[in-house]
Every structure is written in C-alpha cells, then in structure tokens.
C-alpha cells in the first residue's frame, strides 16, 4: 500500500497571501496524483487531477505541480472561501486508493 | 448537473448492519464506478472500495473484506454500500464518489452519518 504524507499539518495564512501544501508519496504514483478541498460539514470537492490539472470550475489562483513522489498544491492569494482542509490521494497503485492525512489552511 | 443523492442518517446499535444508498444523475451510471470512502468524526478519508457499475466487479479495501457489499441497482442508477457487524469505531459519515478503475473522484455525494452506539 503506498502512504501519503502531507506537511504541514496546519498553516496559518493571511488573506491575500500565498500557500505552499506538499504531499510526498512512499513510492512513485506518476502523475496519478489528486487533490481536495474540504470544508467543515461538507464532502470533498476535486480541484486537481493528474498532478496539475484544474477541475472544472476550479479557480486559476490554485494550482498543482510535481510527478513520481513530491507533489505541491499552491494558492497564490487565499480567499476567505479557501479556508479550510485540502487532501492529496493518488490513484495510481489501486487498490487501495489512499489519502494523505490532510493540511488545514486556517487563517493567521 | 452530475449529482449523487445519499440516503440519511442512521444510528445503529453494535453488531448491526446499515445499508446507505447513492443515487447517481446527470450522467449515464454504468459508464463509471462508485468509489465509497468514510470519515470518522474529526479524521481523514479511507476508502472502503470501489463497484464497477456496469458488470459489478467489486474490489474492497482490506480492512472491510468480508464486512462490506457494495451493490448496484442500475434500473434506478443507484449504488449501495452495506456494512456489517458495526462497531463503535464505525461511526463516521459515508460518501459514495463517482471514479473510474484506478481514477480521481468527482464528484462527492453529500455524505451519510452513521452513528454506531448502544
């Protein structure tokens, strides 16, 4: 099973500044790499697929980068609506699929 | 739109079994598979497994084999995820997700709790 770790585990931001979310998997997952968004009392939303390619719908401020086992998610001004837990899972080796533990965005 | 309807919350006493629901519109059903994952109350996301809704193939995550069936009724394009000998450490909300075999998942149904107490 290929484990997901993400760091850090919270960041505290600003609004209007940028963030830098990182997910590393054990062995090499490809591009096979997705990441969410989730805000409290609500499902997951998909932002990102195949590493680095936005969702339908998906602001231009969030953006995904890396292959094999680092990945990062970046939000180049947080909006108040951005505030909130993003997960990266890869889909790669399958089954399982598997999640890394999440990184909380609060606000500074 | 693409929409996944989950049926509502249950509380079951330990030992039980619970069988939540996932009906799926705006897209023709048997084209992807159903992923469910859960959440226990302030956790991360697992994923149980994943149902082929076109020939029901199913692969289940390890720690659910021979606890869990997932099911489809595609007369009424609906995915049903069933899990049994509940225990307190089950409690968690359930979502059923449209994926492919070895896919990302979009998009999410809005969730089931399941509260397992005696």
């Known amino acids: 099973e290929i484990v997901m770790t993400q760091s850090p585990a919270t960041l505290s931001v600003s609004p209007g500044e940028g963030a830098t979310l990182s997910c590393r998997a054990s062995?090499?997952?490809?591009?096979?790499l997705a990441w969410y968004q989730q805000k409290p009392g609500q499902a997951p939303r998909l932002l990102i697929y195949g590493a680095s390619t936005r969702a339908t719908g998906i602001p231009a401020r969030f953006s995904g980068s890396g292959s094999g086992t680092e990945f990062t998610l970046t939000i180049s001004s947080l909006q108040s609506e951005d505030f909130a837990v993003y997960y990266c899972q890869q889909y790669n080796t399958w089954p399982p699929s598997t999640f890394g533990p999440g990184t909380k965005v609060d606000i500074k | 739109q693409v929409q996944l309807v989950q049926s509502g919350a249950e509380v079951k006493k330990p030992g039980a079994s619970v069988k939540v629901s996932c009906k799926a519109s705006?897209?023709?059903?048997?084209?992807?598979?159903i992923s469910w994952v859960r959440q226990a109350p302030g956790q991360g996301l697992e994923w149980m497994g994943w149902i082929n809704t076109y020939n029901g193939d199913t692969e289940y995550a390890q720690k659910f084999q021979g606890r869990v069936t997932m099911t489809t009724d595609t007369s009424t394009s609906t995915a049903y995820m069933e899990l049994r000998s509940l225990r307190s450490d089950d409690t968690a909300v359930y979502f059923c997700?449209?994926?492919?075999?070895?896919?990302?998942?979009?998009?999410w149904g809005q969730g089931t709790l399941v509260t397992v107490s005696s």
């Open positions: 062995q090499s997952v490809s591009s096979n």
């Open positions: 997700v449209r994926s492919g075999l070895g896919g990302w998942f979009d998009p």
């Open positions: 705006g897209y023709t059903f048997t084209s992807y598979g």
